[in-house]
C-alpha cells in the first residue's frame, strides 16, 4: 500500500514510522526545507517532549475534546515516545510539573532523531513541495495535487499539515482548506494557549516583570463565576499578560460562554494572588511588622521586603494610598486595602492575543468526523488526520505534543 503524508511535523513523522512497519511504501510531502521545523520552537527551543503524568490521565489535561484521544494514546504513550529517544542514545530529564525534556535541552536533538527514525525507515521525503488539493473519487481519496499540478496517487492519505499557530514554521492552515474542500466541516479556528490582552495601564508600567508561585483566577464578574484557577508563574507584558499559567487559562476562557461578548464589556477579571501562602490574617500581620520596622518612613520605601520593585509603585495606585505618606500614619482601612490588592492584584482582560501567536490551535476538524480508533475521515474512505488539524488541544506540559505522537501513530497504523 502507497501512503501519502501531507505534513512532516511531529504528528507526520511518527504517523510516517508507524505506517512504515507494515512495508508500506511511505512518502512524506513538506512544504518547508526541513523535517519538524515546528520541533524547533517548542518549549523556548527546548522541546518539552511529553509529560510523566500517567497516560491514563493525559485527558484530564486536555479541556478540547480529550476523550477522543483515548484509543490514539493507548496505541502510543508518552513511554513509547521516551523509548524511542533513548534508543537512539537521546536521554530525558523530567523538570517540575511533570514536563520531559532532552537532557542536552536542545529540540534540535529531538528534531533530529525523529528525521533519522524516517530515513531508517525507508521512508521517501519530498521537500519544498506544497500540496494544493486531494483527488476524490466517489468518496474515495485517490492522491494528492501539489501547486505546480503534478499529481502524486496513494491508497491512504494522512493529513498532518498542522494548525495555524506559529504560521513562520508552516502552519498556515492549509489542512483545515483541504478538509473543507472534501466535505468536512470545520469549526472555528482560535488561539489556545495564547497570551491574553489588557488595557490595564499597570500591564505596560509592568512589562517584563515575571512572578512565580502566584495564584491567579479568572473571573466572569457578571455572576462572580470563576471560569479557571491555577498557580505558577506569570509574565507581564506590554499587551498584557503572559506566561504558563495564564496561557492554561486561555484555553478554558475560550470555552466559555458568550466571551467574546463579555471581553467587550470589560467582564472578564484576572486576579492575581501575590502571597498565596499567607492568609489575610497573616498577611496582615507581616504588614504590620514591616510597617512597624519602617514606621518613619514614606509609604513607597515600606514595602521593599515584601514586594519586587516594579511592583511597588502600582500596588500603591491600586491600593490608592499615597505614596508620599508616612507609614505610621497609614490608617486600617488603608492597610487593609493594601491587603486587598496584594491578595486579589485585579487586572480585566479585554481579548486574547492573534492564533499566529498561540502554541496551539484549537477548533479544526471535528472529532465527530472522524474515527477515533483510526483516525480516518468519516466522510472520505482513506483520508487520515492526525495532530493539531483536528479540533483537539490541551495545556502546556508535552500534552500537544504527545497528542501529535499519539494520533500520528494511530493513523499510520494499517488499517484499510
Known amino acids: ?52 503524568v500517567d497516560i491514563s490521565e493525559f485527558t484530564n489535561y486536555i479541556p478540547g475534546n480529550g476523550k477522543f484521544l483515548y484509543s490514539a494514546f493507548q496505541n502510543f504513550t508518552n513511554r513509547d515516545i521516551i523509548d524511542l529517544l533513548e534508543k537512539n542514545g537521546l536521554k530525558v530529564k523530567e523538570e517540575r510539573g511533570n514536563r520531559i525534556f532532552p537532557t542536552t535541552d536542545r529540540a534540535e536533538d529531538v528534531r533530529r532523531i525523529l528525521e533519522q527514525e524516517v530515513y531508517k525507515n525507508g521512508i521517501k521525503v519530498k521537500l519544498n513541495s506544497k500540496v494544493k488539493d486531494l483527488i476524490i473519487e466517489e468518496n474515495v481519496v485517490k492522491g494528492i495535487v501539489f501547486e505546480n499540478g503534478e499529481k502524486l496517487l496513494g491508497d491512504k492519505i494522512i493529513i498532518a499539515t498542522g494548525g495555524k499557530s506559529y ?34 495601564k499597570s500591564c505596560p508600567e509592568l512589562q517584563g516583570l515575571s512572578l512565580r508561585n502566584v495564584g491567579i483566577q479568572l473571573v466572569d464578574s457578571t455572576n462572580n ?52 501562602a499567607l492568609t489575610i490574617e497573616k498577611l496582615n500581620e507581616r504588614v504590620l511588622r514591616d510597617f512597624e520596622e519602617f514606621k518613619n518612613k514614606e509609604f513607597k520605601n515600606s514595602l521593599d521586603k515584601l514586594l519586587p520593585k516594579k511592583l511597588i509603585p502600582v500596588v500603591i495606585k491600586k491600593a490608592n494610598i499615597d505614596e508620599y505618606k508616612k507609614v505610621n500614619e497609614i490608617s486600617k482601612e488603608e492597610r487593609l486595602r493594601l491587603i486587598n490588592v496584594l491578595k486579589k492584584f485585579e487586572i480585566t482582560i479585554n481579548d486574547f492575543r492573534p492564533v499566529e501567536e498561540a502554541i496551539v490551535t484549537a477548533g479544526g476538524i471535528p472529532t465527530k468526523e472522524i474515527n477515533p480508533k483510526t483516525m480516518e475521515s468519516k466522510i472520505v474512505k482513506g483520508l487520515f488526520f492526525a495532530g493539531e488539524v483536528i479540533d483537539v488541544d490541551a495545556y502546556t506540559g508535552g500534552f500537544n505534543l504527545q497528542i501529535a505522537y499519539s494520533t500520528g501513530y494511530t493513523a499510520g497504523m494499517q488499517d484499510i
Open 225 to 276: 463565576k470563576k471560569i479557571y484557577d491555577d498557580f505558577g508563574e506569570m509574565l507581564f507584558t506590554h499587551f498584557g499578560v503572559s506566561g504558563p499559567t495564564i496561557l492554561s487559562s486561555s484555553a478554558h476562557l475560550l470555552r466559555y460562554k458568550n466571551v467574546e461578548e463579555l471581553l467587550k464589556q470589560n467582564k472578564i477579571k484576572l486576579f492575581i494572588d501575590l502571597k498565596p
Open 167 to 200: 504560521p513562520g514554521t508552516g502552519s498556515t492552515g492549509d489542512g483545515y482548506v483541504m478538509a473543507e474542500k472534501a466535505g468536512h466541516t470545520i469549526n472555528k479556528i482560535r488561539g489556545s494557549l495564547v497570551p491574553l490582552v489588557s488595557n490595564d
Open 1 to 52: 500500500m502507497k501512503v501519502l503524508i501531507v505534513g512532516g511535523g511531529p504528528a507526520g513523522m511518527i504517523a510516517a514510522i508507524s505506517a512504515a512497519k507494515d512495508n508500506n511504501e511511505v512518502v512524506i510531502i513538506e512544504k518547508n526545507n526541513e523535517l519538524g521545523k515546528k520541533i524547533l520552537v517548542t518549549g523556548k527551543g527546548r522541546c518539552n517532549i511529553t509529560s510523566s
